[in-house]
């Protein structure tokens, strides 16, 4: 994540530039571009034990601008990360603050966001959220509101930013929601915390025999999970890789069943969905499991 310290800024940006408040301020970490800190990394593994940097991450592979194995910065807490087997696009849980609600002079409420690269980007953490809501600077040692971070034209004036000013323009998330009820993604509901994660995407396989797999009224669907609501949710993907009705796209997976706390979920070579579930407290649960999700019967029963 980040490294940063989220408790002296209500829920909002951290970004606390006072002498001495460095662990305070994620504009050290998540949007300096020569820190690997709140970054999602991309790099090969050779048989030496080294890597080697691969064309397209974010900054050029000889160092001149940034870290080269960065393919994703302005994170805050990416959490369960998922690579679309297809496209290549990189799919990714966030797990945002607690803000509950809008402040003028601070910002927006918090959210958690599911997010797709579809390239190597700058993803908006400590200046924007969701769909790039974005934070007012502040003074914390003044206690004085200054001006909203621009989107288009992101800039990192922090004394604890080693790295460059001038950021890439920010990037909107693919699925955000706060604490309470979402009117763009009603699926998701409201309440019970936020803890979003991203799983596979599923194509239907006319060759597959396992008789369990998940059925073709999956194919072409992303699988997001929430360890705080305790839901599954099937979003379907249209041909451009985008959610074309953000109200009707997103279905509850199994919505009679009870899950645990799911944290972490893989597509098996069956064509099943593997899910392990930390259990119903906050720990020494007896309840944590391992669970193969297997299809029976009429998909369209729910």
Not at 144 to 155: F, G, I, Y
Not at 230 to 255: C, G, M, S, T
Not at 281 to 299: C, K, M, S, V, Y
Request: aromatic content about 12%.
């Amino acid at each position: 994540g980040d490294n940063t310290n989220p408790f002296a800024s209500d829920g909002f940006s951290p970004s606390d530039e006072q002498e001495g408040r460095s662990p305070w301020d994620a504009q050290k970490s998540s949007a300096n571009m020569n820190d690997l800190r709140g970054k999602i990394l991309r790099v090969t593994p050779l048989a030496d034990g080294s890597v080697a940097i691969p064309d397209g991450n974010l900054f050029p592979k000889d160092g001149s601008q940034g870290r080269p194995e960065i393919y994703v910065m302005g994170n805050r807490n990416p959490y369960r990360i998922s690579i679309d087997p297809r496209t290549g696009y990189l799919y990714w849980g966030e797990v945002g603050p607690d803000a509950g609600n809008l402040n003028a002079k601070r910002g927006p409420a918090g959210f958690d966001e599911i997010n797709q690269a579809r390239q190597a980007g700058f993803f908006g953490w400590p200046y924007f959220i969701a769909n790039n809501k974005a934070y007012v600077r502040y003074d914390f040692g003044g206690k004085e509101s200054l001006e909203p971070w621009d989107a288009a034209q992101p800039v990192n004036l922090s004394p604890n930013n080693t790295g460059g000013k001038h950021l890439p323009a920010a990037q909107s998330a693919f699925i955000y929601y706060p604490h309470s009820l979402s009117a763009r993604f009603p699926a998701v509901n409201a309440g019970g915390g936020r803890t979003a994660m991203a799983g596979p995407v599923y194509y239907y396989d006319e060759e597959q025999k396992s008789p369990h797999r998940l059925p073709s009224v999956y194919d072409h669907h992303l699988f997001i999970y929430e360890w705080s609501r305790n839901w599954i949710i099937a979003v379907r993907l249209d041909e451009d890789e985008k959610i074309a009705n953000p109200r009707k796209d997103l279905h509850r997976f199994l919505p009679g069943m009870t899950f645990k706390r799911p944290m972490d979920m893989e597509l098996g070579p069956d064509g099943c969905l593997y899910l392990i579930q930390w259990g119903t407290q906050w720990g020494d649960n007896n309840d944590t499991q391992l669970i193969r999700l297997e299809f029976h019967g009429n998909a369209n029963a729910g």
